[in-house]
């Protein structure tokens, strides 16, 4: 069957470039002569109905704004079958072949289960800060995460050095380590904490002891948000059971790492993967995740997705020990 009429969405957790994305999937569907629609708040704005139709005029000048206009949310009510149900009699009042969803595993998931009940195809592109995503070597809206981290732990840094403090700085990650250790990587931190890697504290209770005899006074550790040892705060606990005296000071850097215009990588892969997903469905593909893997474009089953994450590398996990002297 021939498509004509095109839905995009975003999904889950916002991440800076969905808005370039949603840019590219649009124009995509407009250069192909067809309609394109967007849905607002994710599958929420699916089951609400709050669906418009969009020009390629509608999407100017977002590409570099952070955020998305489509907003985006979880909704619980997708998670049932009388929410999905409402959701498809929605797509069919506008008479949509088929949809694009900017999001990450949870999105794909919803995907996957909405074509099983409806067999409406869709295709995902990897929107999300974590790039914990199998399928794609880095999700849209991480490198302009990572840069944002760079810039504020930089400049902890400065303090840090100041004071000869000890400074714990939390970023974001619930499950996934990537933005801790890259950024922390790019920082030159001590030491980088991630819920991957198990073993770490103890190798930072051996590195302080050791910075105290070399009278190294100051240091950065990275840590997770979600790391087993529960962030910033436990971090800090757990090091003055061993370091009563210890001068140290939490850093929480929280959402603005989700903010933001997004970086030229970000960009670049936003615009190609959304280009792709269109391009995809129009080529008869569905349940895919269109990602970038080796700078080639790669279309991974939905159901490879939900069930795979991205492994970090072992080469960087033994970086971490080596340069962080
Ligand atoms: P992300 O896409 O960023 O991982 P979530 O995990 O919150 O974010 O997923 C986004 C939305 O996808 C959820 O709020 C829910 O509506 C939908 N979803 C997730 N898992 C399923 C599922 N198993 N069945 C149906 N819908 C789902």
């Not at 030159?188 to 198990?198: D, S, T």
């Not at 979600?226 to 436990?234: I, K, N, Q, S, V």
């Amino acid at each position: 069957m021939q498509m004509k009429n095109i839905a995009v969405l975003t999904s889950g957790g916002d991440s800076p470039g969905m808005n370039a994305c949603v840019r590219a999937v649009v124009r995509t569907i407009k250069y192909h002569g067809l309609n394109a629609y967007g849905i607002m708040r994710g599958y929420q704005g699916m089951i609400e109905g709050d669906i418009v139709e969009l020009q390629s005029r509608d999407v100017s000048n977002i590409l570099q704004r952070g955020g998305t206009i489509l907003k985006t949310a979880r909704s619980k009510e997708f998670l049932t079958i009388q929410g999905r149900q409402k959701a498809f009699d929605n797509l069919q009042k506008h008479n949509i072949d088929g949809f694009v969803v900017i999001g990450g595993d949870g999105s794909c998931r919803g995907a996957l289960q909405f074509y099983k009940d409806f067999n409406v195809p869709s295709m995902a592109t990897p929107g999300t800060i974590d790039n914990d995503l199998a399928g794609s070597d880095f999700t849209i809206g991480f490198d302009t995460a990572i840069n944002t981290a760079v810039d504020a732990i930089d400049k902890i840094r400065d303090t840090a050095d100041s004071h000869n403090r000890l400074f714990i700085v939390e970023v974001m990650g619930r499950d996934a380590g990537y933005i801790a250790l890259h950024s922390g990587l790019a920082c030159g931190a001590e030491n980088i904490l991630i819920p991957e890697r198990k073993e770490s504290m103890q190798e930072v209770i051996e590195r302080i002891a050791d910075n105290n005899k070399r009278q190294k006074l100051m240091s950065i550790i990275v840590v997770a948000e979600g790391d087993e040892m529960g962030g910033a705060h436990h971090v800090d606990k757990y090091l003055k059971e061993f370091y009563p005296n210890l001068d140290s000071r939490i850093s929480i850097l929280g959402h603005i790492q989700r903010g933001g215009s997004p970086t030229c990588a970000d960009r670049i892969l936003a615009s190609r993967t959304g280009y792709a997903a269109v391009e995809g469905l129009l080529n008869g593909r569905s349940q895919a995740m269109v990602g970038v893997i080796n700078n080639e474009i790669a279309y991974t089953p939905f159901d490879e997705v939900v069930k795979l994450t991205q492994p970090i590398k072992a080469d960087m996990m033994e970086m971490i020990k080596v340069l962080s002297v």
